[in-house]
């Protein structure tokens, strides 16, 4: 009977990281998979991977020095559809390694280094952090912040 007990101890102990990890897997590979959408210009797929609410949020940095904003979804998507349009799709090879998290019940905060490689050899790094929100049983992102450095590409 006590060894019964034990284990049941250990377990229930144990169950938290065990759903942790498992939630920043997922959030790992919803990161991921949005970045790729956007580099693929998919805006469909990009746009499954978020929340698409008045409370979306995007936030990043310009060649120039200088930064954009957009709140909402409606305002994010017409900007990506704009940014899709207007600009040439690269293939470009992604990587993004150094995750790091913070989970708290529905709510989950993750930051990460990453970088992508043209077909020439450029390669641009930037550090990238996501806010994200489980619905239904799925994390999407709520909020993005991405901020590159445009001196580091090569």
Known sequence: MK???????????CAPSFSQTADEE???KVCIAETKAFNDFDFDVMASYHVQSANDQLALNKPDGSFSSKSGWEAI???LKNYFQSNKKETVKLA??????????????????????????????SKE???????????KILAVQAYSNYLSGK
Not at 3 to 13: D, H, M, N
């Open 96 to 125: 993004s390694e150094n995750f790091s998290f913070v989970i708290h019940d529905d709510m989950a905060f993750a930051c990460y280094n990453a970088s992508s490689q043209n077909p020439e050899g450029k390669t641009s790094q």
């Open 3 to 13: 060894t019964f007990f034990l284990i049941i101890g250990v377990l229930l102990f």
């Open 129 to 139: 952090f996501r806010t994200l929100l489980k619905i239904k049983g799925e994390w």
């Open 77 to 79: 998507g017409k900007a």
């Open 26 to 28: 997922a959030i790992k």
